[in-house]
C-alpha cells in the first residue's frame, strides 16, 4: 500500500479570509502607518489652525466641567445646611420632651 503525501491547499475562500484576517490584523498589532501618513499626521498636528481648534474644543470642555463642579458645589452647601437645621431641629425636640 503506497500513501500519497498530500500538501493541504486551502479553498480561494478560505484565502481571501486569510488574507482580510491579516490585513485587519495590522490595526489589532499597532501596526504604524505608512511613512507618508506619519509625516501627514505630523504636519497637520503642528498645524496652528489644528492646535486652535484643539485648544478650543478643550476650553470649552472645562468651562462645561466647571459648570458642572459649582453645581455640585452648590448642592453640596445646601445639603450640609440642611444637616445643620435637622442637628439644631433635632436639639429643640429634646429639649421639649424634657420639659
Do not use: C
Not at 25 to 37: K, T, V, Y
Not at 79 to 85: A, C, P, R, T, Y
Request: aromatic fraction near 8%; avoid cysteine; charge should be negative.
Amino acid at each position: 500500500m503506497s500513501q500519497e503525501s498530500k500538501t493541504y491547499q486551502p479553498t480561494p475562500e478560505q484565502l481571501e479570509r486569510w488574507k482580510l484576517l491579516d490585513e485587519h490584523d495590522g490595526a489589532i498589532a499597532g501596526r504604524l502607518p505608512p511613512e507618508e501618513e506619519q509625516v501627514r499626521i505630523f504636519k497637520e498636528f503642528l498645524e496652528t489652525d489644528f492646535v486652535t481648534d484643539q485648544l478650543e474644543k478643550v476650553r470649552a470642555h472645562k468651562e462645561k466641567l466647571l459648570k458642572k463642579l459649582k453645581s455640585a458645589e452648590e448642592y453640596e452647601q445646601l445639603l450640609l445646611e440642611k444637616i445643620e437645621e435637622r442637628k439644631e431641629g433635632g436639639n429643640e425636640k429634646v429639649w421639649e420632651r424634657e420639659k
